[in-house]
């Protein structure tokens, strides 16, 4: 019988590629219920670790479970009853399930930005580390996720330096910087809109401030979020039912919201043209799906630009994008069979035997030295000294095995597993004791170069 | 000497126009270093020329068609370096400096001295620098409604090309319009006062209701139109481009009706 530890890594969660802006909104936990929430999480039975992840385009619950089916069960449950309105059978059309390899494969690439609405951009990696921090805060994750979050972020950021993925999210926002200096010679005196808040049009705000754009205001849904964004941009924030009228106001506006319909139509840019006297207006577009009529593009004096004429403007800039994205797959794959070669060492079975072999060979070796100085004893002799060898190397590590086995299907096996290998210097299949360690570093070095303040602010 | 320098600088005008065209093909600086060069050559052979012919005519001659439009060009580069040397705007050179020289061979085209019409040799010269001027104005506004057209148009269509990247931002080609049109029309206005005047001193009357008379005024109430619409009604940005485009081609056809008809100096 095969004594393997019952852990599975799986994933239940969904995206902006899977659900509504109205469905994860309602699914996103604040900031300020995380730590019960993962308290609940952790307090299904057969649910050993698990991390929440939650951003305005994506809820994801990983965990480590007993069992297959029924953890995926446990955290669809969690997820329905993080909200009140929402039923099991509402949740499942919208949900995703992976477990082992396809989990870990979806978490690098989430970290590394494939999965993003806008690939490449970098917020995503920080709202991991955040999530992270507050799990190992409430101590929910264990030796396995622990291993491999921190992987998911080096890969992140292995994918960050070593291809130019990064550069296509900044140079989309700069793009429209760009643009907008073609129309505005001088930014200072602009002020920008700023309706939802969408990763890439935040980080395209960012861009114009640090362009020199002084006045930003703010709309979103979310009143609450709305004051918050204007906050940290230095801004006003304007009540979404209002922006339209206050659209006038706003030389440059960046819309980017879940909202599956147009939200401002060619009348409304029209009136705020001739409010502004016929001055231009610079409109960006990043949502997907749109939320600026097309139409918009016959108003004299609005020019009105949408995600994919800023992408066309940066492939015009530098061709040959796709190929860093693949660049970046593969990366992912290749980091994915590293952490399996790793989860695989943690399984007992290999581990008993490995200790195993390895009690024995030293024995082997020990006994063959002393018998070659020892060169007249008789066989019985030397059979009594073989057995010796044998029960002192099988006393030491008995107990080790005992516990192996015993702590199988207790919490800590894993660590368990992962001590007696260090113990015994068993290695492991993946030399991880080398890369494990470099993540680790890595991490160091993140925690002692990313600044608190900016680690903060999940984004929602 | 003065003929001599007229020669060289229509010579440079003309190397610069066919430099300065082709730098709005090409990405190089190199071309509009060259082409700048060549202007500014040709921007201070023009000035000797017109200094050599006021000393060696001892300004006795009341200014002609050939004189004034002379002037124009020398003062459209003068406008253009003045923008340049501000604003780094080499584009700017490849609109003005084909107008400029059109402008010097049409000068060079027309009689050198008119027929002297007035005894008022001095109200004339004012008359005829101050309209002059004004329509400098108007033309860099009409420069600047062409590009502000193009760029509109390029930002439109999102044809990002060489052009694109070289016309500076809409609102600077917006500014441009207007402050040039602001800067033209008092002078203008003090034009046709001037002009009025002299037409006093010669024929007796301050209005004759001549063509050129008639489409100054014209000119003028059209340029007073759109200062106001742009600052009541916003007639700004595209508008403007449009209008400050159609009344510099309504200045021009004045211009050359006038010439055509061999009429007297612009009044």
Redesign the interface.
């Known amino acids: 019988m095969d004594r393997c530890l019952d852990m599975h890594i799986v994933v239940v969660g969904l995206s902006h590629k899977t659900a509504p802006v109205e469905i994860r909104e309602k699914l996103a936990i604040p900031e300020s219920r995380m730590s019960e929430a993962l308290t609940r999480l952790c307090s299904y039975q057969g649910v050993r670790e698990g991390i929440l992840l939650s951003t305005c385009n994506r809820v994801e619950v990983y965990a480590v479970v007993d069992e297959i089916e029924g953890g995926y069960g446990r955290i669809q449950e969690f997820l329905a009853d993080a909200h009140l309105s929402l039923s099991s059978e509402q949740l499942t059309p919208h949900l995703y399930w992976h477990q082992g390899d396809r989990a870990i494969s979806h978490l690098f690439r989430v970290a590394s930005s494939l999965d993003s609405m806008i690939v490449g951009e970098s917020q995503i990696l920080g709202q991991i580390k955040d999530a992270f921090e507050v799990a190992l805060t409430h101590k929910s994750t264990g030796i396995i996720l622990n291993k491999v979050v921190k992987k998911a972020i080096s890969v992140a950021k292995r994918v960050r330096t070593e291809t130019k993925i990064a550069e296509m999210a900044v140079s989309v926002s700069y793009a429209a910087v760009e ?1 907008a ?6 930014l200072s005196e602009k002020t920008v809109l700023l309706v939802g808040a969408g990763e890439m049009a935040k980080l395209a705000a960012r861009h114009f401030i640090a362009s020199g754009v002084r006045h930003v205001r703010v709309t979103t849904r979310n009143p609450q979020h709305g004051m918050e964004l204007a906050d940290r941009f230095g801004g006003t924030a304007v009540p979404f039912e209002q922006f339209r009228e206050d659209m006038a106001s706003a030389d440059i506006v960046l819309v980017s919201t879940g909202a599956a319909h147009y939200l401002v139509s060619e009348d409304d840019v029209q009136r705020s043209v ?1 409010q ?5 207006m610079f409109l960006i577009d990043i949502s997907v799906p749109r939320n600026i009529d097309p139409a918009v ?1 016959h108003v ?2 609005a ?1 009105l ?1 949408d995600i994919d ?1 800023l992408k ?2 940066v492939e ?1 800039n530098r061709g040959g994008r796709l190929l860093e994205a693949e660049k970046a797959e593969q990366m992912v794959v290749d980091e994915v069979g590293i952490v399996r070669q790793w989860l695989q060492s943690l399984e007992v079975t290999p581990t008993i035997m490995a200790l195993r072999t390895k009690a024995d060979e030293i024995k082997r070796a020990e006994v063959e030295k002393t018998l070659g100085r020892l060169a007249n004893l008789s066989e019985p002799e030397r059979e009594l000294v073989e057995a010796m060898a044998s029960s002192i190397v099988n006393k030491l590590i008995h107990n080790t095995m005992v516990t192996l086995k015993a702590e199988v299907n207790s919490s800590d096996g894993a660590a368990f597993v992962e001590a007696a290998r260090r113990f015994f210097s068993l290695g492991d299949a993946a030399g991880s004791t080398v890369n494990g360690s470099a993540v680790e570093s890595n991490i160091q070095s993140r925690e002692a170069t990313t600044p608190k303040a900016g680690a903060k602010s999940p984004d929602r | 000497m003065a003929a001599m320098f007229f020669m060289v600088t229509m010579a440079l005008y003309f190397a610069a126009t066919v430099s300065f065209l082709a730098y709005l093909l090409w990405p190089s600086e190199a071309l509009s270093k060259a082409s700048l060069g060549m202007t500014a050559f040709g921007f201070a052979a023009h000035t000797i020329a017109l200094v050599a012919r006021m000393v060696g005519t001892a300004d006795v001659s009341p200014p002609g068609f050939h004189e004034a439009l002379s002037f124009f060009s020398w003062m459209l580069i003068l406008v253009f370096l003045a923008v340049e040397f501000r604003h780094r705007l080499h584009v700017l050179g490849s609109f003005i400096v084909p107008l400029a020289l059109v402008s010097l061979v049409s000068a060079a085209a027309l009689p050198e001295t008119a027929p002297t019409l007035s005894p008022v040799f001095r109200t004339l010269w004012v008359h005829v620098t101050l309209s002059m001027l004004g329509t400098v104005g108007f033309a860099v506004a009409f420069v600047a409604g062409v590009m502000y057209l193009i760029q509109d148009g390029l930002l439109k269509s999102k044809r990002f090309n060489v052009l694109y990247s070289k016309l500076p931002a809409l609102d600077f080609l917006d500014h441009l319009n207007q402050q040039s049109i602001v800067m033209g029309f008092p002078l203008l206005t003090l034009g046709i006062i001037t002009g009025a005047l002299s037409a006093e001193f010669s024929r007796g009357s301050y209005l004759s209701w001549n063509p050129e008379q008639t489409w100054a005024l014209v000119t003028w109430v059209f340029y007073f139109a759109v200062l106001l619409g742009r600052l009541t009604v916003g007639w700004r940005a595209k508008r403007a481009a449009y209008l400050t485009i159609i009344g510099f081609a309504g200045v021009i056809l004045t211009l050359i009706g006038v010439v055509l008809k061999g009429h007297g100096p612009v009044s």
């Open positions: 643009l200096k073609k129309i505005f010679s001088d001739k502004r006297m016929n001055r231009p593009r004299d004096n020019f630009f004429d066309a403007r015009q």
